[in-house]
């Protein structure tokens, strides 16, 4: 099964179809993205140029299967479609975080969280402390919180 992201001009994904790979091929018997596209555009009355295919195996730029991944990340509903990277990116979870093309992900402007202590990770598996970095925007730094006070 191949899965097609319906985008908006504004390249934002409003829907994600799945399309058996027969309805892909070209008269060689090669799956083509345009031959999926031009099938998506007869039948659902959408441009044929705002169907873009998506993989469901991939996510952060790595393939769960270990295959070749394919543009960043699986598309979801308000994802927005990047042609320059080809790369469909999820909702931006903060106004300062920034673009990991290589990895296809959002991150903090001054990078990922913090590791654990040993004594914190040693503390969460007594489950007398729940320890997590979140992200404060306002500071701009991970703060850490016991979620179990």
């Known amino acids: 099964m191949a899965h097609f992201a319906k985008i908006t001009e504004n390249n934002e994904v409003i829907q994600v179809l799945t399309l058996d790979n027969s309805n892909m091929l070209n008269t060689d018997g090669i799956e083509t993205e345009s031959i999926g596209q031009q099938y998506l555009q007869k039948h659902n009355h959408w441009p044929s140029n705002l169907w873009i295919q998506t993989s469901y195996n ?51 402007p001054i990078g990922d969280e913090p590791a654990l202590t040993a004594e914190q990770i040693s503390q969460r598996e007594a489950n007398t402390h729940f320890w997590i970095y979140f992200w404060n925007e306002e500071n701009q730094t991970w703060d850490l919180t016991n979620t179990k006070e």
């Open 58 to 108: 991939t996510s952060g730029n790595q393939h769960k299967l270990g295959g070749t991944p394919f543009r960043g990340n699986y598309a979801g509903i308000g994802y927005i479609w990047d042609s320059e990277n080809q790369i469909f990116w999820p909702p931006k979870p903060y106004a300062s975080w920034v673009k990991n093309i290589s990895e296809a992900r959002w991150q903090s």
